[in-house]
T-cell receptor, first 113, second 114 residues
Framework: GESVGLHLPTLSVQEGDNSIINCAYSNSASDYFIWYKQESGKGPQFIIDIRSNMDKRQGQRVTVLLNKTVKHLSLQIAATQPGDSAVYFCAENPLQGAQKLVFGQGTRLTINP | KAGVTQTPRYLIKTRGQQVTLSCSPISGHRSVSWYQQTPGQGLQFLFEYFSETQRNKGNFPGRFSGRQFSNSRSEMNVSTLELGDSALYLC?????????????FGPGTRLTVT
C-alpha cells in the first residue's frame, strides 16, 4: 500500500553541525512533498515543500532534495540549534487534485550542546 | 493572522460514548483535513472537506464522520468510541483543495477513551 518511510527513527547531532534526515516514498505518482516538524505537545509545523518538477529547494537554514529516480527525499538543516530538536516527518500527496497526505513515521532529531 | 484552532484541546470519554471535535481553519482557507496520530500507526488521513463537501476519505470505519460549515469551520464526530480511538486528532487547513498546496496544522485534540 501507500507508505512513506524514514531510514532512521532517531538522529543525534552536535549543536552547530549540519543534519540530514532521509525519507523514502513509495508512490511514483506523488507530485508534492512536505517536511513537517513536530515538537512535543504541538501539531506538525510546516517547514518546507517541494513539487515533483523540482529536485532542490532552499529555505532559511533548510534544504530539501528530491530524487525521483530512487524515490528519495531528504531534509538538510544547517547549523543546528537546540530549538531544532523535534520529530521530523516527511509527507507525500499521492492523490492528484486533493489534499490527502501520507506521512512517514518520523525521525526524532536531538541536538546535543 | 491566527493559526488553525482546535477545541477542545483535551477530552476524556468512556467506551461507547460519542465525541465531537471542532476545527477553525486559518482565515481564508477553504479546505480542512483531519488526521489521527497514534504512536503505533503514526499520522493517518481521515478525511478532507472543501466547500462543505467531503472530497476524500481515508481508511477509517463509518463511526468517523465529519462536516464543514459555510464559514469553513469543520467538525468531526466519532460514535461508539473504542479504546483504540485514543489518539491526537489533528486538523489542517489549506487555501484550497489540490495536491500542491501546503497544509497548516492546529495543535490537535488529545482524546483519551477509558
Amino acid at each position: 500500500g501507500e507508505s512513506v518511510g524514514l531510514h532512521l527513527p532517531t538522529l543525534s547531532v552536535q549543536e552547530g553541525d549540519n543534519s540530514i534526515i532521509n525519507c523514502a516514498y513509495s508512490n511514483s505518482a506523488s507530485d508534492y512533498f512536505i517536511w513537517y516538524k513536530q515538537e512535543s505537545g504541538k501539531g506538525p509545523q510546516f517547514i518546507i515543500d517541494i513539487r515533483s518538477n523540482m529536485d532542490k529547494r532552499q529555505g532559511q537554514r533548510v534544504t530539501v532534495l528530491l530524487n525521483k529516480t530512487v524515490k528519495h527525499l531528504s531534509l538538510q538543516i544547517a547549523a543546528t540549534q537546540p530549538g531544532d530538536s523535534a520529530v521530523y516527518f516527511c509527507a507525500e500527496n499521492p492523490l492528484q487534485g486533493a489534499q490527502k497526505l501520507v506521512f512517514g513515521q518520523g525521525t526524532r532529531l536531538t541536538i546535543n550542546p | 493572522k491566527a493559526g488553525v484552532t482546535q477545541t477542545p484541546r483535551y477530552l476524556i470519554k468512556t467506551r461507547g460514548q460519542q465525541v465531537t471535535l471542532s476545527c477553525s481553519p486559518i482565515s481564508g482557507h477553504r479546505s480542512v483535513s483531519w488526521y489521527q496520530q497514534t504512536p503505533g500507526q503514526g499520522l493517518q488521513f481521515l478525511f478532507e472537506y472543501f466547500s462543505e463537501t467531503q472530497r476524500n476519505k481515508g481508511n477509517f470505519p463509518g463511526r468517523f464522520s465529519g462536516r464543514q460549515f459555510s464559514n469553513s469551520r469543520s467538525e468531526m464526530n466519532v460514535s461508539t468510541l473504542e479504546l483504540g480511538d485514543s489518539a491526537l486528532y489533528l486538523c489542517a487547513s489549506s487555501w484550497t483543495s489540490g495536491s500542491s498546496y501546503e497544509q497548516y496544522f492546529g495543535p490537535g485534540t488529545r482524546l483519551t477513551v477509558t
